[in-house]
């Protein structure tokens, strides 16, 4: 079942949704040469105890951190430690979650280290930021789950080719085993949002306030395929090519969307895409 939230339930995942964008915003600047992402947990971890919030990533099916590093061809899932030092020119998904009364937020992002970063990589990450965008300004009382689906695929299938580089083959790939989901009580809820439209899963459930997701594309440089390596959680490109990860919880409120791990409810970039984003309920 989709479980839809009143609105003080969102409420609750607003205050959840802040504590992971503040997350965002002291890994983020901790991710320089020189850091192993053992210390980027540190980080997290000091968060969430100065928020009074927990982890729901440490101890999730056994995973044994509070945040995910996922560091060049890693697409999702790394797990942080001593012996990983970013480099300048690394790119770094970072994912993270927290909760707050029992409800959770959820919310990734892609970083440059350092400098020099290749013009691919960098709209690599562009790319993926904006088909998540694009996703969200999609969310709307009445489309279907599958209209998000159609809006992320769409925008990356309408961009340039990346050139071929040493970090990329030429194309986007779209990863297909890995997408969004439902988020409320638990992390991981229905409905799964794929992030290219399959006719094997039809259109998905219609979206109606209350309905809360986590929007989440990852795009590679090369291939859609992706591996398990031997720790159960690492994923990896199966070409080698580096990829992006991004994500945002959000609720569909009677209002429109509100971007529940944005510091300012996405109201910035959804007006730029013309949609108004619903009033935050703790500003």
């Given at each position: 079942m989709v479980q839809i939230k009143t609105p003080e339930q969102i409420a609750k995942m607003r205050a959840a949704g802040l504590v992971v964008a503040a997350i965002h915003a002291a890994t983020r600047e901790a991710a320089v040469p020189g850091a192993t992402t053992r210390d980027l947990d540190e980080v997290a971890r000091k968060v969430i105890a100065d928020h009074g919030a927990k982890s729901n990533f440490l101890g999730y099916g056994g995973f044994p951190a509070t945040i995910c590093t996922s560091v060049n061809e890693v697409v999702v899932h790394g797990i942080p430690d001593d012996k990983t030092v970013l480099k300048d020119g690394d790119i770094i998904s970072i994912d993270c979650g927290a909760i707050v009364d029992g409800w959770h937020g959820d919310a990734a992002y892609t970083a440059f280290v350092g400098t020099g970063h290749a013009p691919e990589l960098i709209e690599l990450s562009r790319v993926t930021e904006e088909s998540m965008w694009a996703g969200i300004a999609a969310m709307k009382a009445g489309n279907r789950l599958v209209d998000i689906s159609k809006a992320i695929e769409s925008y990356i299938k309408r961009q340039p080719r990346p050139p071929v580089g040493d970090h990329s083959l030429g194309r986007y790939g779209i990863v297909e085993d890995y997408g969004g989901h439902g988020i409320g009580t638990e992390m991981h809820m229905d409905p799964h949002l794929l992030n290219y439209v399959s006719r094997k899963r039809g259109k998905g459930p219609k979206l109606v306030p209350g309905l809360c997701l986590a929007i989440e594309p990852m795009v590679s440089l090369g291939?859609?395929?992706?591996?398990?390596?031997?720790?159960?959680?690492?994923?990896?490109?199966?070409?080698?090519?580096?990829?992006?990860?991004?994500?945002?919880?959000?609720?569909?409120?009677?209002?429109?969307?509100?971007?529940l791990t944005a510091v300012d409810g996405g109201r910035a970039k959804l007006a730029e895409l013309g949609v108004t984003a619903a009033p935050d309920p703790l500003a």
């Open positions: 291939t859609p395929r992706t591996e398990v390596l031997q720790d159960d959680w690492t994923v990896i490109t199966t070409d080698g090519t580096w990829s992006s990860h991004w994500e945002h919880s959000i609720a569909l409120t009677e209002e429109g969307p509100l971007v």
